[in-house]
């Protein structure tokens, strides 16, 4: 068993391989060699949960004997081993769908290495035993991100899309380094986190602090929004693989991981639940206008995770788990039909351009279907119900204002996810309405192959069923995460969310038909990359001023710093 | 001059502390004229000298070790930092040759290429 | 009088000035390829005693000459104004990093001005070495803040020698006021003196131009050498003469020059000119380390080893690449190799503190006491500096991976030894990030 907790080197194999040019199978694929990475994986995860399920830790001390504990320490319980499943079994759908997706592709192989060693990173993360080594997975998926959304670097702003990514992932990993830095010992172990907080001054609020903001910046929460619809500059495997399902949900992972130490923080509790809770309107808003498809969909990302946020908030950490993973299923799902849509479309993601794709892709178009049904929670039949049930009841009872504010953001959700089914696949494109398609986008539309129609259904399966298995996962995080709440398939609030998911997933319906598909509220929003730009650049330039090249006034700083430091010393002393 | 009227230990015997002071505030003034001459001076040349003030302002001090420690270990430094200055003087006069060659004007502030 | 160092450093000291002076007065001309092997060889040779009795004396003198014969290993005669150039630089080479073992390893005032000088006044000359107007430009400004500097160093000395009366560091306390005091000013003196070899703030002028400008193997070398040995000397400094005093004030000065670098660097468009500002927040988390007293020694020796590793594999990437500014223009108009490319975004990894790399392991030791031996204000700037490093390190990045594959031919001249020594010092780099323990076993020997 200790074996698995090494799984985050499982894919390491797989990345040398593929940078090696080794491929697998008939096809010679390039990074056909790096599949059975994630598969082992989450085969390691899904081994120990039909196990004993007793924790794995693995401690190597002296791992960097300057510091006074500097143990390296992973940890295999059932919150990681639930993430290794999660995380093994998407990418492995990620992967395969890649195979078809990136054909052709001049780099290929880079990309398979990076997923390779992005996967490697994130299951460092989950299994990290101390804020360390978390921090450590933490900054690599990081680094992943940046190179997988500057992938395409020949097309414009994906690297700037990239470093914005880069820019707001820094602003977390500071925060999370200040978190290992503030418990005595740095590398103290992740359980005894509450413990330790005790000892030292600002103790818990400050720490939780540190942690929320790590988890707004790597979740896009809160004024940390911006890099993740920027981020969809990256290849579309990316944005379902790390922008949606996985990379993104690291920071309610930590919350919840820490959610010992939260609680003990009632007021940045409190903060969580409004940030979380405002983020899931607002993005919703934003989603709505949205004109690009991808950009749509990072939105309505943004706006689950503020469901997540909200959760932990609410002091309900097992809600927003659970609401991780059965989003991680749907949102991948969604993302990849996307993918297959823009793929079919030749690399178009305008949604006004997009359209009347219901005919020319019919599998995909009811993929995407169960996937937004998911996402506006469809009671009963679909998991996202119930995972967004038990966020709503838990805020209904913490805290009522937000609850109730949630529960309207429901018909949001459904507004503007109906707005995205019904704007792509909807017959409301003019050409169709005129009666005909046009021939050359007839023509043109690329037939998915099965390795990109395979792939999904898995995802499908578990935008499904996943929500029937919420107990069973209740009683597996139970020595974690406290006694889980019952779960109903059948409430009141089941069905007033229902109804209010699948009445503005209508409701965009009639709105598509009423406006011809061109339908969107006014974009809205601050610049806020923009603004910590500028910001920046200007800092950078103030900073270079007194390098202006005279010799007299380089003279002149030094000596001023000379008889600055000697005064202060001396006067300091005196 | 601040010196004068301190209690300047019984280690500091061989020298009374009105001369110590003395000694002490002109190497110090000494020094900073050195400073804000290498601030003023635009002639590479003006700037060496100002270097080798400061570095004889230094001496001063090492000197005064010397005969308040009875200590002769610092007048060794003493002749030790004059070949320094020399060995820096040359180097120095070396490149400002190399420098200002090819420039009409020989002001060191001239040449603003390099920003760093 | 007291024993200035021990006597394996000693020994590589004489070995290497021997091999200076020998070259420089050799009446065969020789060629580039001999200049550049016999400057190898002399380091290997200087090396050898030190190796057998590792010590917190002998680490310095190993490292200083590693990269010395690294240095002299690749000194592109390319990069040079003239070809005859080669057996003078290697020369000097030799004499900087005895100047540089000096530095590190005595506790004696006159012994270390003298390392000090002879480090700065050789990194001075070679950078004039370099081609055109400009490398005489920033030569001679970084000579005129150097002597500057030296002449404050030198003035501290004096103050100390006044007060202690003695020439070493250790010497006890004055007993009187005055005499602290004088001491003390003396000792702000002193660290000013050796923040200019390491290019910190307020002493970071001249050396970013020379850094920027030099030929490629001669700005690793000055870069890093100064680096290490003024950081040890620091350390030396802080920790047997007054770290009372000294260790505030290293924790702002280190601080401060993280910040500012960052920014700096951020407005760079040039990888050189980013790497030279880059030296300056590098030898700021050096400084902070050192600062933080005893918890921040061994994290800081450490923090030295990896930064010389990750720098002097970036350099021995670009090897032979000098001349045009390197911009991500021109890495993508012109890729280097894949060993190369490799190496770099490696190296760059490091410098940014990115795991997987053992820059990242450094970071975390220095920033982790941090908090509770320098406070959290300290603590919280330097992070946020150290954090927003990698927005310029990583830029490269993607056209680094990427480019590399699409490079038919190299556009670098090929500079014999680069790719050995690329592959040598990214596996130092790989092993480190996979097992960081080792180097910091390494910065444990300081404590014997």
């Known amino acids: ?574 | 001059m601040i010196a004068l009227g301190l209690d300047i230990g019984s280690a500091l015997a061989n020298v009374d502390g009105a001369t110590f002071g003395v000694v002490l505030g002109t190497s110090a003034l000494m020094f900073a004229l050195g400073a804000v001459g290498c601030l003023l001076r635009r002639n590479p040349i003006a700037l060496l000298m100002s270097v080798e003030l400061m570095l004889n302002a230094a001496n001063l001090v090492f000197v005064l070790a010397a005969r308040v420690r009875g200590y002769v270990d610092a007048q060794a430094a003493a002749l030790i930092v004059l070949v320094l200055g020399a060995a820096e003087a040359v180097i120095g006069l070396a490149l400002a040759l190399a420098l200002f060659r090819h420039r009409s004007r020989v002001d060191a502030d001239e040449p603003r290429e390099v920003r760093g | 009088m007291d024993v200035f160092f021990t006597q394996h450093s000693l020994l590589a000291v004489v070995i290497l000035t021997i091999a200076a002076v020998t070259l420089l007065v050799c009446p065969v001309r020789l060629a580039k390829s001999m200049a550049a092997g016999a400057g190898t060889l002399a380091c290997a040779v200087a090396t050898l005693p030190a190796i057998f009795a590792p010590s917190s004396e002998t680490l310095p003198v190993v490292l200083v000459c590693t990269i010395a014969a690294l240095a002299s290993m690749l000194l592109l005669p390319s990069d040079l104004e003239r070809d005859d150039d080669a057996v003078e630089s290697t020369s000097l080479i030799l004499l900087g990093a005895a100047g540089g073992i000096v530095l590190a390893t005595t506790t004696n005032l006159l012994s270390m001005m003298l390392g000090l000088e002879t480090l700065s006044l050789s990194a001075a000359v070679l950078t004039a070495l370099g081609r055109g107007p400009r490398a005489l430009e920033a030569s001679f400004k970084f000579f005129v803040l150097g002597a500057v500097s030296v002449a404050t160093m030198v003035y501290g000395m004096a103050l100390i020698t006044c007060a202690t009366g003695s020439l070493d560091l250790g010497a006890p306390l004055p007993v009187t006021d005055l005499e602290r005091h004088l001491r003390t000013a003396g000792l702000v003196l002193l660290v000013l003196g050796i923040a200019f070899e390491l290019a910190i703030v307020p002493m970071q002028f001249g050396a970013l131009g020379a850094y920027t400008v030099a030929p490629t193997a001669v700005a690793g070398f000055a870069m890093t050498t100064s680096k290490l040995a003024a950081g040890l000397a620091m350390l030396k400094v802080a920790n047997v003469a007054g770290g009372e005093v000294l260790h505030p004030i290293l924790v702002a000065l280190g601080t401060l020059s993280i910040l500012w670098a960052t920014f700096a660097a951020l407005a760079q468009v040039e990888l050189r000119a980013m790497l030279a500002y880059s030296a300056v927040a590098h030898a700021g988390f050096l400084t902070f380390g050192i600062g933080l007293g005893e918890v921040g020694r061994q994290a800081a020796v450490f923090y030295a080893v990896t930064y010389v590793a990750a720098v002097a594999l970036v350099f021995a990437s670009l090897a032979g690449r000098s001349g045009a500014p390197i911009t991500l223009a021109s890495l993508r108009a012109q890729p280097l190799d894949r060993l190369r490319s490799a190496g770099l975004a490696l190296g760059l990894l490091s410098l940014a503190g990115v795991p997987p790399s053992p820059g990242f392991w450094a970071k975390l030791g220095v920033l982790v006491p941090g908090w509770s031996a320098a406070g959290p204000w300290w603590t919280i700037l330097a992070t946020t500096g150290g954090v927003l490093g990698a927005l310029y390190y990583l830029r490269p990045l993607p056209d680094l991976l990427a480019g590399a594959r699409d490079a038919a031919t190299t556009s670098t001249a090929a500079v014999p030894g680069s790719r050995f020594a690329v592959t040598v010092l990214a596996s130092v780099v790989l092993l480190l990030t996979a097992m960081p323990f080792l180097a910091t076993q390494l910065a444990a020997i300081t404590n014997r």
Request: proline fraction near 5%; charged fraction near 10%.
């Open chain 1, 1 to 574: 068993m200790t074996f698995f907790a090494w799984a985050f080197l499982f894919t390491l194999p797989g990345l040398l391989l593929t940078a090696l040019g080794v491929t697998v199978g008939k096809g010679k694929r390039p990074g056909s060699a790096s599949v059975a990475g994630p598969v082992l994986v989450a085969l390691a995860g899904l081994v120990w949960l039909c196990g004993s399920q007793v924790p794995v830790v693995v401690r190597i001390a002296d791992w960097l004997p300057v510091l006074s504990d500097s143990a390296f320490s992973l940890r295999l319980d059932a919150l990681s081993a639930v993430m290794l499943v999660v995380v093994g079994l998407v990418s492995a759908c990620v992967y395969v769908y890649s195979l078809s997706y990136m054909r052709g592709d001049p780099g290929q192989r880079r990309f398979f290495v990076y997923l390779d060693f992005f996967v490697a990173a994130m299951n460092l993360l989950v299994l990290g035993g101390n804020l360390a080594v978390l921090l450590a997975g933490w900054a690599s998926v990081g680094l992943a991100s940046f190179l997988l959304i500057a992938f395409w670097r020949d097309r414009e702003h994906t690297l700037s899309a990239g470093l914005q990514a880069l820019g707001a992932n820094a602003v977390g990993d500071a925060a999370l380094f200040l978190a290992a830095a503030m418990v005595p010992a740095g590398m103290g172990d992740l359980t005894t986190l509450p413990s330790a907080t005790q000892g030292f001054p600002g103790g818990a609020t400050l720490l939780a602090w540190l942690l929320v903001v790590a988890a707004c910046a790597k979740s896009a929460q809160g004024l940390l929004y911006f890099w993740l619809p920027s981020a969809m500059a990256g290849p579309t495997p990316v944005s379902a693989l790390i922008h949606a399902a996985t990379m993104v949900a690291a920071g309610v992972y930590l919350l919840v991981r820490t959610a010992g130490t939260l609680a003990l923080a009632p007021s940045v509790l409190e903060t969580t639940a409004w940030i979380g809770a405002v983020t899931a309107v607002l993005s919703g808003f934003a989603s709505l206008a949205q004109t690009n498809y991808k950009r749509g969909l990072a939105y309505s990302t943004c706006g689950q995770l503020g469901f997540m946020f909200a959760a932990v908030g609410f002091g309900a950490p097992f809600a927003a788990f659970f609401h991780l993973v059965t989003h991680a299923s749907f949102k991948a799902l969604l993302f990849l039909c996307a993918g297959a849509v823009i793929h079919a479309a030749h690399g178009e993601e305008e949604l006004s351009k997009l359209g009347g794709m219901r005919h020319k892709l019919p599998q995909v178009r009811w993929l995407t279907l169960i996937g937004s049904l998911a996402l506006c929670g469809l009671p009963l039949v679909t998991a996202g119900a119930y995972s967004k049930d038990l966020i709503l009841e838990a805020g209904l009872h913490a805290m009522p204002a937000l609850g109730w504010l949630l529960v309207g953001s429901v018909f949001l959700t459904g507004l503007y996810a109906g707005r995205l089914y019904f704007g792509v696949f909807g017959a409301t494109s003019e050409h169709e309405s005129a009666g005909r398609a046009p021939a050359d986008q007839a023509h043109a539309v690329h037939a998915p192959d099965r390795l990109l129609i395979a792939p999904l259904l898995p995802l499908a399966l578990g935008a499904i069923v996943l929500g029937w298995f919420g107990s069973s996962l209740g009683s597996t995080l139970q020595p974690l995460l406290g006694t889980p709440p019952e779960i109903h398939a059948v409430s009141k609030l089941t069905w007033l969310a229902g109804a209010l998911g699948l009445g503005g997933f209508l409701t965009a319906r009639l709105w598509q038909s009423a406006q011809r598909g061109n339908a969107r509220i006014p974009a809205f929003g601050v610049p806020f990359a923009d603004l910590l730009a500028s910001l920046g650049r200007a800092i950078a330039a103030a900073s270079t001023l007194l390098h202006s090249g005279r010799l007299s006034s380089y003279v002149f700083a030094a000596v001023l710093g000379i008889g600055t430091l000697l005064l202060w010393t001396m006067t300091g002393r005196a």
